[in-house]
T-cell receptor
């Protein structure tokens, strides 16, 4: 069964600090991996999309890495801001099409002053 | 900025009533998705369309849920009859293709009493 596991479930960090969120998956065959940011009461917003051949992708202060061999991804947030407080969701698609989409439960990040 | 628009934003109704949720995807996007999000299950894909044709709706309970795209500017998700376990946030998203970002609406928060 395809699974996506995220860790930690929740995280509190001080403003200005860096943090790294983890995503491990068992989805096969792999198509792409997405990281989303979801603010409370809003829809998810796409941060990065990585295919098999990509091992890193940046979007401002967000940098995602992918190791397709170990089936692990990480999302690194640099110089955190209060507005980074949100849930971060890892989503993995297999090569079978959009119907084979597996979602992580998310990591809830709180940035405090 | 272009946005996916969902209506209504909130809906409270009694068990057994019909519920219709509407989505206006972004002009030019050829894929439309319906997702459901609960605290316990997280996000799950219900259905998706490409060029207005339903490609997969295996994530939906067929006996009560139906999804349609009567035209390129409107997607609908109906529940009839509704049940308390359908209470969730329903998101619509649209995109241009497999490895392209999906833009989400802000969801319909549905409560079935």
């Amino acid at each position: 069964k395809n699974q996506v596991e995220q860790s930690p479930q929740s995280l509190i960090i001080l403003e200005g600090k860096n943090c790294t969120l983890q995503c491990n998956y068992t989805v096969s065959p792999f198509s792409n991996l997405r990281w989303y940011k979801q603010d409370t009461g809003r829809g998810p917003v796409s941060l990065t999309i990585m295919t098999f051949s990509e091992n890193t992708k940046s979007n401002g202060r967000y940098t995602a890495t992918l190791d397709a061999d170990t089936k692990q991804s990480s999302l690194h947030i640099t110089a955190s801001q209060l507005s980074d407080s949100a849930s971060y969701i890892c989503v993995v698609s297999d090569a079978g099409g959009y119907q084979k989409v597996t979602f992580g439960i998310g990591t809830k990040l709180q940035v405090i002053p | 900025d272009a946005r996916v628009t969902q209506t209504p934003r909130h809906k409270v109704t009694e068990m057994g009533q019909e519920v219709t949720m509407r989505c206006q995807p972004i002009l030019g996007h050829n894929t439309v998705f319906w997702y459901r999000q609960t605290m316990m299950q997280g996000l799950e894909l219900l259905a998706y369309f490409r060029n207005r044709a339903p490609l997969d709706d295996s994530g939906m309970p067929k006996d009560r849920f139906s999804a349609e795209m009567p035209d390129a500017t409107l997607a609908t998700l109906k529940i009839q009859p509704s049940e308390p376990r359908d209470s969730a946030v329903y998101f619509c998203a649209s995109g241009r293709g497999r490895d392209q970002p999906q833009l989400f609406g802000d969801g319909t928060r549905l409560s079935i009493l």
